[in-house]
């Protein structure tokens, strides 16, 4: 081999040794820079063991911003947010980290849905505490009922009366003391949930508490009182319930028939069936409402009547109920309200009628989810949801975008009972919508819908 063979040899050596070199050295970094990722992580996860939440972050922070796309570490951090109580922040890992693992944790997201919801059950504003604990009862489950306890003591009365409905929704009612309470709440309507909740619990023991509030000043509460004794096993006091559809007042009668429509009790149906003659629009609404979930007989001919109200209201509640009660066979008595001059009528119409003449009812549906009245596109919403179709789901994940709260919620609570948990995924980033009532909203129908995983 000549000498300049053997320099190019050499040479080619040398070059082979240096890039050798630099790689094992970027070997030797990489190493290196995984083993100080894992030494952070690991160092985070004691703290957070250690409920040391703040320093866990204080780790995770730096650690992230260099490493972003590390689930466990992301993962830690929402945990660590949501004992912080910091929601917000830790809705924003989830979906980073939802969206990196391509599924959801149910658990984690179960916790995640309830802290957005608790943040919000102490606000000043009202109307946000009444959006929360609405969300806690469409959610339900035993983790809520802590929640729903602490609001029996809300300064709102509106907001205790939703708390007992939660309550007695859990099965707690009779266990709950605070609740028991509220028999003496200044609040008529808190008396009225509690003394509903106290009947349906099934414990005697409460007769005699009850009793007292058969001479309540108040005509719906002594309706109410009767009820829970009839209720409990004390079926001669009924009188004094179906006495209260005498009242004067026509929201009094309405408040009675929506307290007698929870009885199973045989001598409830000839009262609802009377009220649908009622001189008061709103009482022959209420009564419509209430007598489809009851299946009494001659309930649809009634409704049927009903259908030529002079009332739009009661005209579209009628084709409601009269749908639910009759499927399919009420399609060709209800189909020419489609054509009604009231909007919010045409879209309960149309929302009706769409399991059973989707051609038909589609046309409207369209127009109601476009309608420039924010009103017409919130009914269309709750309408949607009461029809239990899968038919509904395109107008309502429509909904979701809308430019205003109200329809959002609708649509929101109705995906809520006709979606499914292929749905978590859409509602999921409306955990983090600027209206905070659209939050907690989502975040109850997103447990709601866990629920049935």
């Known amino acids: 081999m000549s000498i300049p063979s053997l320099k190019s040899l050499e040479r080619s050596g040398f070059a082979g040794r240096r890039e050798m070199g630099v790689f094992l050295l970027f070997v030797l970094i990489c190493l290196s820079s995984t083993s100080v990722s894992a030494d952070a992580l690991s160092e985070a996860r004691a703290a957070y063991d250690q409920q040391k939440y703040e320093q866990a972050l204080k780790i995770l922070d730096p650690h992230l911003a260099h490493n972003?796309?590390?689930?466990?570490?992301?993962?830690?951090?929402?945990?660590?947010?949501?004992?912080?109580?910091?929601?917000?922040?830790?809705?924003?890992?989830?979906?980073?980290?939802?969206?990196?693992q391509g599924r959801d944790d149910a658990l984690l997201l179960r916790e995640l849905s309830l802290n957005v919801i608790t943040a919000v059950v102490g606000d000043m504003r009202e109307q946000m505490r009444g959006a929360?604990?609405?969300?806690?009862?469409?959610?339900?489950?035993?983790?809520?009922?802590?929640?729903?306890?602490?609001?029996?003591?809300?300064?709102?009365?509106?907001?205790?009366?939703?708390?007992?409905?939660?309550?007695?929704?859990?099965?707690?009612?009779?266990?709950?003391?605070?609740?028991r309470k509220l028999l003496r709440d200044p609040a008529a309507l808190v008396r009225v949930s509690v003394l509903r909740a106290l009947g349906e619990s099934g414990d005697r023991g409460l007769i005699s508490e009850i009793e007292l509030l058969l001479k309540d000043e108040q005509p719906r509460v002594r309706a109410a009182a009767a009820a829970a004794l009839v209720a409990l096993g004390r079926p001669e006091v009924l009188s004094d319930a179906l006495d209260g559809l005498k009242h004067p007042k026509p929201d009094e009668r309405a408040a009675v028939l929506r307290i007698l429509g929870h009885l199973k009790d045989s001598r409830v149906g000839p009262a609802l069936l009377n009220a649908l003659s009622d001189r008061?629009?709103?009482?022959?609404?209420?009564?419509?409402?209430?007598?489809?979930?009851?299946?009494?007989?001659?309930?649809?001919?009634?409704?049927?009547?009903?259908?030529?109200?002079?009332?739009?209201?009661?005209?579209g509640v009628a084709a409601t109920s009269l749908s639910k009660l009759e499927g399919a066979k009420a399609a060709p008595l209800v189909e020419p309200l489609l054509a009604e001059?009231?909007?919010?009528?045409?879209?309960?119409?149309?929302?009706?009628?769409?399991?059973?003449?989707?051609?038909?009812?589609?046309?409207?549906?369209?127009?109601?989810?476009?309608?420039?009245?924010?009103?017409?596109r919130s009914a269309v919403g709750k309408a949607l949801g009461q029809t239990g179709s899968a038919a509904a789901l395109p107008y309502l994940i429509t909904l979701l975008g809308d430019e205003t709260p109200r329809p959002r919620i609708a649509a929101i609570r109705a995906l809520g009972h006709v979606g499914t948990g292929k749905h978590i995924a859409i509602l999921r980033p409306i955990m983090g919508d600027p209206d905070v009532a659209v939050r907690v909203t989502a975040a109850g129908a997103i447990g709601r819908l866990l629920n049935g995983l």
């Open 68 to 100: 972003p796309a590390q689930s466990d570490a992301l993962e830690l951090r929402v945990r660590t947010y949501l004992k912080l109580k910091q929601p917000e922040q830790a809705v924003t890992d989830y979906l980073r980290w939802a969206g990196q």
């Open 341 to 376: 001059n009231v909007p919010a009528v045409r879209a309960e119409v149309a929302a009706a009628l769409l399991p059973f003449r989707p051609a038909r009812a589609e046309p409207v549906l369209r127009e109601s989810v476009r309608s420039q009245d924010p009103g017409v």
């Open 132 to 179: 929360a604990i609405t969300a806690l009862k469409e959610m339900g489950g035993a983790d809520t009922v802590p929640l729903l306890e602490e609001a029996l003591a809300d300064q709102s009365g509106l907001v205790r009366a939703l708390a007992v409905e939660g309550v007695a929704r859990e099965g707690h009612a009779a266990k709950s003391k605070r609740l």
């Open 280 to 315: 008061d629009a709103m009482v022959r609404a209420t009564a419509a409402g209430i007598i489809a979930e009851r299946k009494e007989t001659g309930a649809a001919q009634a409704l049927a009547a009903l259908l030529k109200d002079t009332v739009p209201l009661v005209r």
